[in-house]
């Protein structure tokens, strides 16, 4: 338990570091594309925190969406996974709806999961088989829900790319209703608060989801591919973080479609 209670220490204080930062000009580069950002702070913060591990445990290894690890292969041993902040374009351009995630496996199986909502200084943490806390509140188990009574978040993004869209325009059209939020990590925080049924990614890499698995599963949900399949703890995979009834139901639209099987299996390298 020293590692997690060290984890929740260095997370609040990277939260201080961007709240702090974050009031001084930044510079602001793209990465991929004209829309993929990236900001002095995101990588400050994944060096504030590399910095703190690599002090305390220098046996550790780091991967961190900036950088850090990017010659990682195996889940050996200790490792972090960070996101120092995770809704860049929040960041950019609402300074709030933003978070810094950190998933620590060992061995490759589930240690410790934390989600940080920055601005709101809300932490949620969670150590496996010792169940979820927003701060110091225990997170209770989620509900079972269907999709016709149920709120559900994605990106707007799958819905117009062709290929892959018709199952995701299916699951909309059949839901109460879909939120946007725009991190990741926030995301799977309103499902594991229950404020959301079901999360919906074609694509996330390994700092988008490492933290948020390991809290949903300490409330009862599950995280899997669309197509229900283990997530691939050091790959990009699509991802369905859900209460376990809706969670069936949902890979059921994806399941169902061929094309789509398909041009996953090709994104993904399956
Ligand atoms: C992104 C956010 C966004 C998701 C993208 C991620 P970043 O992370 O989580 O919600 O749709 O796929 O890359 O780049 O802001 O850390
Ligand atoms: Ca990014
Ligand atoms: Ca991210
Ligand atoms: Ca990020």
Known sequence: MEIYRFAQEIILDAGEFIRNRMIEDFNIDSKMNANDLVTDVDKETEQF???????????????????AGADIEDADGVLWIIDPIDGTLNFVHQLENFA??????????PYAGLILDVMKNDLYHAAYEQGAYKNDEVLHDIEESSLKSSLISTNANWLVREGINTPFIQVVKDARSVRSLGSAALEF???????????????????????????????????????????????????????????????????????????HKEFHKL
């Open 189 to 263: 925080v309103n499902v594991v608060r229950g404020t959301s049924s079901a999360a919906l990614f074609y694509r996330l890499h390994p700092w988008d989801f490492a933290g948020g698995i390991i809290l949903l599963n300490e409330v009862g949900g599950i995280t899997t591919t669309l197509l229900g399949d283990e997530v691939r703890l050091l790959k990009t995979n699509s991802i369905l973080a859900a209460n376990k009834k809706i969670h069936g139901e949902l890979t059921e639209y994806f399941k169902a479609d061929e094309a789509f099987i398909k041009n």
């Open 100 to 109: 810094v995630s950190i998933g620590i496996y060992i061995d490759g199986k």
């Open 49 to 67: 925190l590399f910095d703190k591990i690599e002090e305390r445990y220098p046996e550790h290894r780091i991967l961190g969406e900036e950088g």
